[in-house]
């Protein structure tokens, strides 16, 4: 006798559109891209990231049915799809769903001029291609200027994570990280560096675990002045030798 699919946890309503098709209506009415590694919170309404944990939930219970895996009669996986897809919401693509973190920034009132560098910080993502995971660190080089605001040592690490927390390729997160610290700060110069193992060279295709992947952004001061990238280098090569 044939395994019949377990029943979705969402009760289909043929009147109502699911969630997604909702929030991504919304989205394209707005001429607004909805990539990996978008934030889409704006256009998610009350109530409905529940909504559609709820959908992805049972999306994830077909994958596991057309993977030939009894969730009906395995206790390993009988809660597989609605773990997953609570993962998914809540914590490893929390980026795309929430708001930015709140950060609070005070004015350069000592007028700083010197160098900061915060981290390493660390991070986790995962890979758009194969949503695999991307585990590393991030530094970041920091000239305040006059004029330029600052935030605490922590709001770093929230913002890295928020803009992390999404499917995504290091060499746009470290650009996206770079933007979203300009926006906030506005320094004289900014340095970002990622260093990162990804888990889709570990567990698939080479299955190579020992390679690292780094990439840096300069912007101002940090690009025109040798001086200041190679101080700035120089220290994370330092505290990476430790």
Known sequence: MLASIPASPIEKDAD??????????RLIEAGRRY???????AFIEDGELGQLQLEVEGKLQEVL?????????DHNTMNTARRV?????????RGRYDGAPVVTAFPNVSRLNELMI??????????SHHLCPILGKVWIGVLPSPSSDLIGLSK???????????????????????????????PDGLAVVIE?????????????????????VMRGAFLKDVALRREFLSLLHTENQK
């Open 118 to 127: 915060v981290g390493p910080i660390k991070v986790r993502s995962a890979c």
């Open 156 to 186: 770093y690490a929230r913002v890295c994570d928020w803009i992390m927390s999404r499917p995504q390729i290091q060499e746009e997160a470290v650009i996206m990280l770079a933007n979203e610290l300009e926006r906030l700060i506005n």
């Open 35 to 41: 990539h990996a590694n978008d934030n889409i919170s």
């Open 16 to 25: 109502q559109p699911q969630a997604s098709d909702r929030i991504r209506s």
């Open 196 to 216: 990162a193992s990804h888990f889709c060279m570990h567990w698939r295709g080479v299955k190579d675990d020992g390679s690292l992947m780094k990439n840096s």
């Open 85 to 93: 897809a609570k993962m998914f919401i809540k914590e490893v693509f």
């Open 65 to 73: 049915h057309s993977l030939v895996i009894d969730t009906e009669n």
